[in-house]
């Protein structure tokens, strides 16, 4: 049973998840956990989906999953599969969102929404439709559900830092560093879409807009490739992806962004900086200290102005009074189990969850603009509508 779910039902809603490698296991723990933590409806962890049967049916057993299947299309005509949650490589994204929402199963898809517009331009009038039958989909920007991210936007809203005037995201990472890191689905343009752009500055440019709760109108870019040779399985293969972005971005309320994202920043393991700075305060986010949002209040005398150091930990901020008392930290694992919750709570309560994959579109249209601004020499370059 899926779409239109009210609170009278009681049938545990039949969920699936599909990839069972980093962002399936991310999310198998996000499943196993979240009903021990938040109040969310009732739900089953029926079926794991892989290519190859032993080990899926290994990883299914060992992330608790009831069952593994190798062919996700079995699930379209499952009556007892209500959420799919999609955790393969973007080229697999649209085909199987789309299939999934016109069957009436919720459907949570991880980052970024597609490789293409056309894919993504197909999946919100998918959504779209399937909404209309109350049935939910979500895109897993995860970052969002960082606590001191998630406080950082409410500062921001209640006008903590004045007019924001400048955002600065870094988000860097090592993993291609080594020339001598072979291809894979991520380095293809055909299977990635794009590379460092579309798998971090995605969630860079989510940020921006999720913060701000503003929307980028131009933007100039620029893409590189470092290594443009790597060695895959049949030997020597060009990489057609970007190792490394940049761009700066304007807002419709007045802000400029830059965001700078590299898998070649050779020490920096997934280092994602966040800094804002507006008219009367500013803010400042590492994610290796992802327990603590630095905040800057510039109204206060010069002299006694410096950026203090909020533990977020309290169960009055976002999401924390499901875990610990004040002061026991909590990781990067915790941001899946706050989005599994976020998801279930939605489809109980008939509230579309966010980000939408509408707003996943409208993070693709920027990194469409990247793109654009980057083939024309770094030229600005609005971004479609
Ligand atoms: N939110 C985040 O921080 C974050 C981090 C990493 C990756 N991601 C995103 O998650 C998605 C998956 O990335 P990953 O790092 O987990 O990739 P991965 O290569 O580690 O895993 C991909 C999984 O998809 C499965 N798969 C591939 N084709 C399939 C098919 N036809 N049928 C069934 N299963 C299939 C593979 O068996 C594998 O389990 C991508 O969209 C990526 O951008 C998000």
Excluded at 139 to 158: C, H, K, M, T
Aim: with cysteine; charged share 20%.
């Amino acid at each position: 049973m899926s779409g239109n779910r009210s609170r009278l039902d009681s049938a545990p809603l039949g969920v699936a998840t599909i990839g069972y490698a980093f962002m399936g296991k991310a999310h198998s723990q996000a499943w196993r956990n979240v009903a021990s933590y938040f109040d969310v409806p009732a739900f089953e962890r029926k079926v794991l989906v892989g290519r190859d049967a032993d080990a899926v049916a290994e990883a299914a057993a060992r992330y608790g999953w009831a069952e593994s299947a190798t062919d996700w299309r079995t699930l379209l005509t499952r009556d007892d599969i209500d959420i799919v949650d999609i955790c393969t490589p973007g080229w697999l994204h649209a085909e199987m969102a789309i299939a999934f929402l016109e069957a009436g199963k919720h459907v949570l898809v991880e980052k970024p929404l597609a490789n293409s517009m056309t894919e993504s331009a197909a999946m919100v009038a998918a959504a779209e439709a399937a909404a209309a039958r109350g049935v939910r989909s979500m895109v897993g920007f995860n970052y969002r559900r960082v606590p001191a991210l998630a406080l950082a936007r409410d500062l921001i809203a209640e006008g903590r830092v004045g007019t924001v005037r400048q955002v600065r995201v870094s988000y860097l990472q090592d993993w291609l560093a080594d020339e001598t890191a072979p291809m894979t689905w991520r380095l293809r343009k055909e299977t990635a879409g794009s590379g460092a752009l579309g798998d971090i500055a995605s969630h860079a440019v989510d940020q921006v807009q999720f913060l701000l709760g503003d929307t980028v109108t131009d933007v100039s870019g620029r893409l590189h490739t470092f290594v443009p040779t790597r060695n895959g399985p049949d030997g020597p293969e060009s990489v057609t992806v970007d190792d490394a972005a940049w761009a700066t971005l304007s807002l419709a309320g007045g802000a400029v962004a830059s965001v700078e994202v590299s898998r070649v920043a050779l020490g920096r393991k997934n280092a994602l900086t966040i800094e804002v700075y507006g008219s009367e305060g500013s803010l400042a986010f590492d994610l290796e200290r992802l327990n603590e949002l630095m905040v800057l209040d510039g109204t206060v005398p010069v002299e006694r102005q410096g950026f203090s150091r909020v533990l977020v930990t309290e169960p009055g901020h976002p999401y924390l009074d499901a875990w610990w008392p004040q002061g026991h930290t909590i990781g990067w694992e915790h941001t899946f189990t706050h989005q599994i919750r976020d998801f279930l709570v939605a489809i109980d309560t008939g509230v579309a969850p966010s980000p939408s994959f509408a707003e996943g579109l409208a993070v693709q249209r920027v990194l469409a603009a990247v793109q654009e601004s980057a083939a024309a020499k770094s030229s600005i370059v609005t971004v479609g509508s």
